[in-house]
T-cell receptor, first 114, second 114 residues
Framework: SQQGEEDPQALSIQEGENATMNCSYK?????LQWYRQNSGRGLVHLIL?????REKHSGRLRVTLDTSKKSSSLLITASRAADTASYFC??????????????FGQGTILTVHP | DADVTQTPRNRITKTGKRIMLECSQT?????MYWYRQDPGLGLRLIYY???????NKGEISDGYSVSRQAQAKFSLSLESAIPNQTALYFC?????????????FGPGTRLTVL
């Protein structure tokens, strides 16, 4: 079963606009990560936010985490055509034998038009 | 040179054939993972290994087996391939410790079973 569910499934914007993607999950987590995938290629790690953190920044990326709502958002500011890709959230569930296992959402396909 | 490599990159085979996908890493990581990705879906975990002597089933292990030949090598086998195993397969690695680390992905193997 998918732990993370992402919204929207697809997002189309113009260069320079901001893009926001959301991720919801079901169980308590140790951390939540965002990955990017260019068409048919391997995933690349973007950012990790731990369960005791609320916000994190990396360049044009801003990630928020609300553990009470079991949700996270990824904001890409001033988007570029090169940001066109699929974006996945992945959760590391807390407790038990789950350490070291990530559960991925279905992803958001972002298209940035020049 | 890439840190995580997968061979072959593309493979077309017939139903009933045995197939092995190989993964090698130079990152010195203990943990290795095999995922499959189907169109429009996120990644689903097939098997994972936290060290050479520790191998665990993931979400969708039926029809697959693995071998951890060394710290740096983790192979995935399809004993008798079937068409619904047509997918994109990714190997990933991560570091040590109790908390999940960032996962580093290989470029993927596109497998088609006719």
């Amino acid at each position: 079963s998918q732990q993370g569910e992402e919204d929207p499934q697809a997002l189309s914007i113009q260069e320079g606009e901001n893009a926001t993607m959301n991720c919801s999950y079901k169980t308590s987590i140790n951390n939540l990560q965002w990955y990017r995938q260019n068409s048919g290629r391997g995933l690349v790690h973007l950012i990790l936010i731990r369960s005791n953190e609320r916000e994190k920044h990396s360049g044009r990326l801003r990630v928020t985490l609300d553990t009470s709502k079991k949700s996270s958002s990824l904001l890409i500011t001033a988007s570029r055509a090169a940001d066109t890709a699929s974006y996945f959230c992945a959760t590391d569930s807390a407790g038990g034998t789950s350490y070291g296992k990530l559960t991925f959402g279905q992803g958001t396909i972002l298209t940035v038009h020049p | 040179d890439a840190d995580v490599t997968q061979t072959p990159r593309n493979r077309i085979t017939k139903t009933g054939k045995r197939i092995m996908l190989e993964c090698s890493q130079t990152k010195g990581h203990d943990r290795m993972y095999w995922y499959r990705q189907d169109p429009g879906l996120g990644l689903r975990l097939i098997y994972y290994s936290f060290d050479v002597k520790d191998i665990n089933k993931g979400e969708i292990s039926d029809g697959y087996s693995v071998s951890r030949q060394a710290q740096a090598k983790f192979s995935l086998s399809l004993e008798s391939a079937i068409p619904n195993q047509t997918a994109l397969y990714f190997c990933a690695t991560s570091g040590q410790g109790r908390r999940t680390d960032t996962q580093y992905f290989g470029p993927g193997t596109r497998l088609t079973v006719l």
